[in-house]
């Protein structure tokens, strides 16, 4: 009888415990389930979050020598509206009106779209406390910087800023900096891409008109220079800059006025500042 009992207490206490490993495999497989679960769930809104943010993008600054009502993009005629002919992409920005503005802009979150015409030529008329001077921009081997300058121009970026650095010897009269009016300006609120480099001593020629930059390649976004004089060739020459020779690029031509660049840069103090203020009053671009 003492047997029986002890049997059936034995065959109890084996059946509690494989109820209760039954349990634990039970709450085991639901903790796996449970975290399979949350690890999927995990991945795909991850993965969305990943989709939403894949568009966007930001980039900044500027330098010879910088630190730092809308229109439809022109259908293109060497490449997509979004792009040059070299594929160089265009920004997403808006076009200002062609009539400019009321009051200037200066901040923006991209470059312009294409907002010139390539079936156009583009003319920019720089108004400064000194005299004019008429600059032909180059539509055909720097479409993307001269759609900038137009951009920024009627936009008012330009008008009443300074034209903070002045050398007699090079002819480098630089502007370009609505924000600090020197060569820290922040710039626009992004970069461009450089064009068509290298460029040579003579495209650095009397007239010229570049893009400033560091010495960051793609670093360019409003701050410009003129030459007034052949000072400005050595920007071209590979035995004074070596590699950086050619990469500031230009992207117009002045056809009047060059009398005025003289003057301006004759203003050198003999720090390369202008011994007397000297200003933009306003750009204003005409096509034809």
């Known amino acids: 009888m003492g047997t029986e009992k002890r049997e059936r207490q034995k065959a109890n206490r084996e059946a509690k415990l494989a109820a209760q490993a039954a349990e634990e495999a039970k709450q085991k497989r639901i903790r796996f389930i449970r975290n399979v679960v949350i690890l999927v769930a995990a991945i795909i809104v991850t993965g969305f979050l990943l989709s939403a943010l894949s568009g966007c993008s930001s980039s900044d600054s500027e330098g010879v020598g910088t630190d730092g009502g809308s229109t439809t993009a022109a259908p293109g005629d060497g490449g997509t509206a979004s792009e040059t002919a070299d594929g160089l992409a265009f920004g997403t920005g808006e076009c200002p009106p062609a009539d400019g503005v009321d009051e200037p802009v200066i901040d923006f979150d991209d470059a312009p779209q294409r907002c010139i015409d390539p079936d156009k030529a583009y003319v920019a008329e720089i108004e400064t406390s000194l005299g004019r001077v008429t600059v032909e921009l180059d539509t055909d081997r720097t479409p993307l910087t001269t759609n900038n300058f137009v951009a920024l121009s009627r ?134």
Not at 254 to 265: N, P, R, S
């Open 155 to 288: 936009f008012g970026y330009y008008d009443g800023t300074t034209l903070f650095r002045t050398e007699a010897r090079t002819g480098i009269i630089q502007g370009g900096s609505p924000h600090t009016q020197d060569n820290t300006d922040p710039g626009p609120g992004y970069t461009i891409p450089d064009e068509s480099l290298p460029f040579s001593s003579a495209d650095y020629a009397p007239g010229a008109l570049a893009m400033a930059r560091t010495a960051a390649p793609d670093s360019a976004g409003a701050q410009f220079f003129l030459l007034a004089n052949e000072g400005g060739a050595y920007l071209g020459d590979q035995a004074q800059l070596g590699e950086s020779a050619g990469s500031y690029v230009v992207f117009g031509r002045t056809t009047a006025g060059l009398d005025v660049l003289e003057k301006i840069a004759a203003l050198d103090d003999g720090s390369g500042a202008p011994s007397t203020p000297v200003s933009i009053t306003r750009v204003t671009i005409t096509e034809r």
